[in-house]
């Protein structure tokens, strides 16, 4: 990986006001929660704000309950504050998910979508410090596709530019 100022960590890009719900929502008021807020699914928390699992859409219509403690996926991956963004995008590819909650000291402070990492994408450029081609993406590239130069920097710019 590159040098820590090239690093976007997951506490840049994660959403914080997170929607979450209890294991005893009903599947109702869940399905009522992602289509009014246009998500595709929620962490379930403890009263402390420890993550207990995660209902997605599928877990919806696959599994057969009446709350989310019923039909949640148990098994959470989660990342810190601290995770790189780099990192989260390879576990989000490897693992199949489409979100990840943030933790911090095991209580859930954010979360982190495959749109997050896509807005993160657009956003970032590794320009050549020889001839100034660049290329877009999460991971720095190893060589210079125009020059064959190996040093870049690192540069945020909205979509479109």
């Keep these: 990986m590159g040098d820590t100022i090239d690093t976007v960590y997951a506490r840049e890009i994660m959403t914080s006001n997170v929607i979450a719900v209890h294991p005893d929502t009903t599947l109702d008021e869940i399905a009522q929660t992602l289509v009014a807020h246009r998500i595709t699914g929620v962490p379930v928390v403890d009263d402390e704000g420890r993550v207990l699992g995660i209902v997605s859409e599928f877990d919806l219509i696959a599994k057969r309950g009446r709350t989310a403690a019923d039909?949640?996926?148990?098994?959470?991956?989660?990342?810190?504050?601290?995770?790189?963004?780099?990192?989260?995008?390879?576990?989000?590819?490897?693992?199949?998910?489409?979100?990840?909650?943030?933790?911090?000291?095991g209580r859930l402070v954010g979360i982190i979508t495959r749109a997050d990492l896509?807005?993160?994408?657009?956003?970032?450029?590794?320009?050549?410090l020889n001839c100034g081609y660049f290329e877009r993406g999460l991971h720095r590239p190893e060589i210079c596709s125009a020059c064959?130069?190996?040093?870049f920097t690192l540069q945020r710019e909205p979509p479109g530019m």
């Design 71 to 105: 039909v949640m996926t148990r098994d959470v991956i989660a990342v810190t504050e601290n995770t790189p963004a780099e990192t989260i995008a390879d576990l989000i590819v490897q693992q199949r998910v489409r979100r990840v909650p943030v933790l911090r000291e």
């Design 118 to 128: 896509v807005r993160l994408f657009a956003m970032t450029r590794w320009s050549c």
């Design 148 to 151: 064959g130069h190996r040093e």
